[in-house]
């Protein structure tokens, strides 16, 4: 018979019990526009009830993010390092990186404010070592993230 200290035995429930709460998929949805928030309610606990719940959420708070505009500004801006990307508050941060060709290095900061595959829910800002791009750089880049969104929708909608 095994003997096990009682916090290697309390350690082994709560692993048990993080990993039976992870059975579920509740990240992102199937259509992947929309993704699982853990808003609480006023008391601080999210309404309806388990712990689990209140981690991860449980589907009333959702926030959208087109998934066109979110895939697509990774598509096109993938030279640059992800930093990070946070799908519920639609925004993609990246570090410093030097496009195929190019001598100058850029780092940019998407925000996707809207489920619309539309220009006003793509924000983009980009910046040199030296401070901001020009309005047509910067023009340029959003116009080639719409671009392969539009493309992207094109695709999805062939199958």
Known sequence: MF?????????AIVCV???AGCGQSRGISEDATTVA???ESKSGVTEGGSLLDSIFGDGDGNVKVNRYLWTASLDVLNFLPVESADPFTGVISTGYGTPPGGGRAYRATILISDPALDARSLNVALQTRR??????????VEDAILGRARQLRINAERY
């Open 3 to 11: 003997h096990f200290p009682a916090k290697q035995a309390a350690a």
């Open 17 to 19: 019990a993080i990993l």
């Open 37 to 39: 928030s853990g808003r």
């Open 131 to 140: 401070g901001p791009v020009g309005a047509g750089t910067q023009r340029a």
